[in-house]
């Protein structure tokens, strides 16, 4: 009876002594803590959001962008969980600002000055201006009148230089191409009028030491103010390139 008691008495302190030994290599593995005594620091969601924004309206500040805007968070991302020590936080905007699609930032967290974690934020910018719109179909070379066009907000895709904002902007233009009702009227989409059909006679101007010489002279394709034709001097017969002053002129360097 005494020797099961011994038995069972070693039996218990060597399963005490394995016990010991498993645990401790364990608690070393988990940092001999709670998650909050080895992540002590915490980077809130809303403080990485705030330096996210505050980075796109950096970038949309240095490009120049006045308009009104409204920038808003794809997803929320998760609270970064950090050792002890000093936090760094660097700020990177690896790709320009998409009117269209998704802006990343990018947040690089840094612990006593070592890398710690990255994380990627991504943001919907959208940019409204009050720009004119077609308020009919307009054809191709059909003159626009101010009845033609009407001021709207949009919400723009384009560079701010594009837009037309006044109906002075189109007087004396037409289209390039075909713009339909209630499209954004671009500068791009505008030209001037053909002034100049091809076989009309011209007068041919040139300076030649300081002093201007006129010639007679034909168009040999239709042009606009401001566009390079091809014309033919009516006395030499000598082909010229020059550039259209109006219906009647065009000047040759």
Same mark, same amino acid.
């Given at each position: ?33 709670? $998650? %909050? /005594? ?8 809303? &403080? !990485?959001?705030?330096? @996210? ?97 009407? $001021? %709207? /907000? ?8 594009? &837009? !037309?904002?006044?109906? @002075? ?85």
């Amino acid at each position: 009876m005494k020797n099961k008691q011994i038995v069972l008495a070693i039996l218990c302190l060597l399963w005490g002594g394995c016990f010991c030994l498993f645990s401790c290599p364990q608690a070393q593995a988990y940092g001999g803590g709670t $998650q %909050q /005594e080895r992540f002590p620091n915490t980077i809130s969601s809303e &403080y !990485l959001d705030g330096l @996210g924004r505050e980075k796109i309206e950096q970038a949309l500040a240095a490009a120049g962008e006045t308009r009104r805007h409204a920038v808003g968070l794809s997803r929320v991302p998760r609270a970064v969980k950090a050792p002890a020590g000093q936090l760094i936080c660097e700020v990177n905007l690896p790709k320009d600002i998409s009117y269209t699609g998704l802006t990343p930032v990018m947040i690089s967290v840094y612990v006593n000055g070592n890398f710690y974690r990255r994380v990627i934020l991504y943001y919907r910018v959208r940019v409204y201006e009050t720009v004119l719109v077609a308020a009919r179909d307009l054809p191709v070379e059909t003159t626009i009148e101010a009845a033609d066009v009407r $001021q %709207q /907000e949009i919400l723009v895709d384009q560079p701010a230089q594009s &837009y !037309l904002k006044e109906s @002075g902007e189109i007087e004396g233009r037409v289209p390039a191409r075909f713009i339909k009702a209630g499209t954004p009227v671009l500068a791009d989409y505008l030209q001037n009028p053909i002034v100049l059909e091809s076989g009309a006679a011209v007068t041919i101007v040139t300076q030649v030491n300081g002093v201007e010489v006129k010639t007679d002279g034909v168009a040999l394709q239709r042009g606009r103010v401001g566009k390079w034709i091809r014309v033919r001097n009516a006395r030499s017969g000598k082909i010229l390139s020059g550039r259209v002053v109006d219906a009647h002129t065009v000047e040759v360097e």
